[in-house]
């Protein structure tokens, strides 16, 4: 692909990704939306698999994908593209011997970004956390995803827009706003978007993710995943107020290292206690109120694990 930015080709049949009934509804969704021309925008708390579902949802489209990660320095240079550097030109013109003529050119390259990459060939764009970009470096997709039109600086040359590919298609993730870094996005960013909130996945789908990404029984990653929608429900009953709930992803990383060491979650083992309290953080998920947390997975463990 032209201009530094290659594509990556996403198989459609994914061996790693964990379908189950939930599942399937949110890939149907997405592929129904976006298959009608939408841009898809999935929002939810970390650990709910956003990236992985859009990932997902891009490899059914059976195009090759561009991925952006939001970032704060992010500019509209990082979209749209930018000049990188000059390339310099000499033409010795020596047709009479006597007389010599020099012709020396200095121009500016200019390479295309992954936004205008996406947009002239067709590709899917997944943006991947774009609220961590401030809203006015995602303007260029104002016009994209509305008019099918990508407006470019002068400095590209004699285009002053270019035509959107009519097989081009945009799947954004994002956190929720009130997480450390992210920026509100545009609203009329997200008018353009039809938005999927993801949550916490049910039992049976929390299980067989995290056997599949760790590797461990099914037997030992229900205790462990009970543990972890103990703790969940503890929160939602209000008995702790914070931001941050404990994820899928902390059932992930217990299942990974007890899978790596052999070990298997009993109640008197000690090891297994501390690796919960530390995957956990009770201070970082409950700040003032971590001795409930402490106190409370303790209790989860001798009911689950025992």
Not at 7 to 23: C, G, N, R
Not at 92 to 114: A, C, G, T, Y
Not at 155 to 182: C, K, L, M, Q
Request: hydrophobic fraction near 40%; glycine fraction near 8%.
């Amino acid at each position: 692909m032209a201009d530094g930015v290659i594509p990556i080709e996403i198989a459609k049949d994914q061996p790693s990704f964990v379908k189950t009934k939930l599942v399937d509804n949110l890939v149907n969704r997405a592929l129904s939306y976006v298959g009608a021309g939408f841009p898809v925008h999935l929002i939810g708390p970390a650990g709910t698999g956003k990236t992985c579902l859009a990932l997902y949802v891009a490899g059914q489209l059976g195009r090759p994908v561009v991925i952006m990660h939001g970032d704060e320095e992010l500019g509209t240079g990082d979209l749209v593209g930018g000049q990188y550097g000059v390339r310099h030109r000499k033409v010795m013109d020596n047709f009479v011997q006597s007389v010599k003529k020099l012709d020396h050119r200095v121009e500016p390259i200019w390479v295309d970004n992954r936004l205008t990459v996406a947009c002239k060939y067709g590709l899917t764009l997944v943006y991947d956390e774009f609220t961590r970009s401030r809203a006015e470096a995602n303007n260029a997709l104002l016009s994209v995803l509305e008019e099918g039109v990508l407006d470019l600086p002068s400095g590209r040359g004699d285009e002053s827009f270019i035509r959107v590919h009519p097989d081009f298609r945009a799947i954004f993730t994002s956190n929720p706003t009130e997480y450390a870094g992210v920026h509100r996005p545009a609203d009329a960013l997200q008018d353009r978007m039809i938005t999927i909130k993801l949550d916490s996945y049910d039992r049976e789908t929390e299980i067989a993710i995290t056997v599949a990404k760790s590797g461990i029984d099914k037997k030992s990653a229900s205790r462990i995943v009970d543990i972890i929608r103990g703790l969940r429900d503890y929160y939602e009953d209000g008995k702790v107020v914070s931001e941050i709930f404990p994820t899928i992803r902390a059932s992930i990383m217990i299942a990974t290292v007890l899978k790596a060491y052999g070990t298997k979650p009993k109640l008197d083992e000690k090891d297994f206690v501390c690796l919960c309290h530390d995957v956990l953080d009770s201070s970082r998920l409950g700040g003032r109120s971590n001795h409930l947390i402490k106190t409370k997975v303790n209790d989860l463990i001798k009911q689950h694990a025992a």
